[in-house]
T-cell receptor, first 114, second 114 residues
Framework: EPEVTQTPSHQVTQMGQEVILRCVPISNHLYFYWYRQILGQKVEFLVSFYNNEISEKSEIFDDQFSVERPDGSNFTLKIRSTKLEDSAMYFC????????????FGPGTRLTVT | KNQVEQSPQSLIILEGKNCTLQCNYTVSPFSNLRWYKQDTGRGPVSLTIMTFSENTKSNGRYTATLDADTKQSSLHITASQLSDSASYICVVTGGVGNNRKLIWGLGTSLGVNP
């Protein structure tokens, strides 16, 4: 069964460094999402992406964040200058263009900023 | 304000026992309600999805109920297994069309002991 994959599974970086989190959505899906979950807190929406552009973003998704779909398969989240509070699990999700709005989640990348 | 509240926050039961998790929501307009299972360090996996007109839906040992009048949902797990140990998250989709958003609960952490 097709699934969303994410790499790396765990990323450790120093404060101020740039990180790129990678996702490969399910191949026939058209909508892509990034979420984050700080330890012990709710899952939070960051951004949605459709037709090669951002369709919606939350107030968390400030200028230090960017997303890209550089080719037909990868969907990336870049954090330009990481802060300690960026430490979290980052989940990618994708869905088809159907009314069910069912999103399929990847296994997540655990980002640790030291 | 759109919110999803879950109870209890955590629960420990013995293998083979049944349990019921609760979800109350204040989301308008309501589109659907999902229960996700999230294993530690993994992405959420959808268990059930219910629309406004559905009162109950089963997926194996998982049975979800929805009372759209009182805005309450429950997830009943029968004959629990050790592998049921996970966080169970209630997620309500609010809004219409491309303005739909997922409103996440904090989850109930379930531990199943032998």
């Amino acid at each position: 069964e097709p699934e969303v994959t994410q790499t790396p599974s765990h990323q450790v970086t120093q404060m101020g460094q740039e990180v790129i989190l990678r996702c490969v959505p399910i191949s026939n899906h058209l909508y892509f999402y990034w979420y984050r979950q700080i330890l012990g807190q709710k899952v939070e929406f960051l951004v949605s992406f459709y037709n090669n552009e951002i369709s919606e973003k939350s107030e968390i998704f400030d200028d230090q964040f960017s997303v890209e779909r550089p080719d037909g398969s990868n969907f990336t989240l870049k954090i330009r200058s990481t802060k300690l509070e960026d430490s979290a699990m980052y989940f990618c999700a994708s869905r088809q263009q159907v009314a069910s709005y069912e999103q399929y989640f990847g296994p997540g990348t655990r980002l640790t900023v030291t | 304000k759109n919110q999803v509240e879950q109870s209890p926050q955590s629960l420990i039961i013995l293998e083979g026992k049944n349990c019921t998790l609760q979800c109350n929501y204040t989301v308008s307009p309501f589109s659907n309600l999902r229960w996700y299972k999230q294993d530690t360090g993994r992405g959420p996996v959808s268990l059930t999805i219910m629309t406004f007109s559905e009162n109950t839906k089963s997926n194996g040992r998982y049975t979800a109920t929805l009372d759209a009048d009182t805005k309450q949902s429950s997830l009943h797990i029968t004959a629990s297994q050790l592998s049921d140990s996970a966080s169970y998250i209630c997620v309500v989709t609010g809004g219409v069309g491309n303005n739909r958003k997922l409103i996440w609960g904090l989850g109930t952490s379930l531990g199943v002991n032998p």
